[in-house]
């Protein structure tokens, strides 16, 4: 008789679409800012901002290889505690240096999945416990060539392993920070190439052709 007598519907969660749309946006525009030479320091910022958004309690941080090749330097960590941060800023590279130190030593990943019983941290527990800090995870940053730039670290303040389903996340992080960091270590180089033959235009004896 044409009259109604039920409804039949279908629905479909988009929900992790519009996430992976929005991570997706969000590395765009990371790169955009690498391209237009936007300083490393706000790069490697947003770009820690960004794991952050996407990974419950966790607080990302980036240390950069020292031009000695043996400390590490800040570099971003937004999130974290700046007493904590001077903290680290300078920390040695070493076999038992924590999780950073470490992982640049190894020039592999290494997972403490709690800062007070892990060996690694024995010699900087102390540092560590008055703020609360209990897991952290790093990875090396590695230039296109193999070598160290640097190292990516996840913090928690529970103890805890790293997340497992979020490897592409983190994978990609780590590519990201590595072009910022090579790019700004081109820059320089360049820089300081052009200072130097200004320097021997410029020198005392030095032969100048109009």
């Keep these: 008789n044409n009259e109604i007598v039920g409804l039949v519907g279908i629905a479909r969660d988009i929900t992790e679409r519009k996430r992976a749309e929005a991570l997706r946006n969000e590395q765009a525009k990371i790169l955009e800012m ?30 950069l290889l020292d031009r000695d090749g043996e400390h590490l330097r800040h570099g971003a960590a937004p999130s974290l505690l700046e007493a904590y941060i001077r903290i680290i800023d300078g920390v040695r590279i070493g076999p038992k240096v924590g999780s950073c130190g470490t992982a640049v030593y190894r020039r592999a990943p290494v997972i403490v999945a709690d800062i007070m019983s892990d060996p690694l941290w024995e010699d900087y527990r102390g ?15 590695l230039s296109h060539q193999g070598t160290v730039l640097g190292v990516f670290a996840m913090y928690s303040m529970s103890v805890r392993e790293q997340p497992g389903n979020e490897t592409h996340l983190i994978d990609v992080t780590i590519r990201i920070a590595g072009i910022a960091i090579e790019r700004k270590r081109a820059e320089d180089a360049l820089l300081r190439l052009g200072q130097q033959r200004i320097r021997q235009a410029f020198s005392p004896g030095t032969t100048r052709t109009p």
């Design 34 to 63: 690498i391209a237009m030479s936007v300083p490393l320091g706000k790069v490697l910022d947003r770009l820690m901002r960004l794991v952050e958004s996407q990974l419950k309690g966790i607080f990302g941080s980036v240390l």
């Design 127 to 141: 540092l560590v416990a008055p703020y609360g800090y209990r897991s952290c995870w790093s990875t090396p940053i």
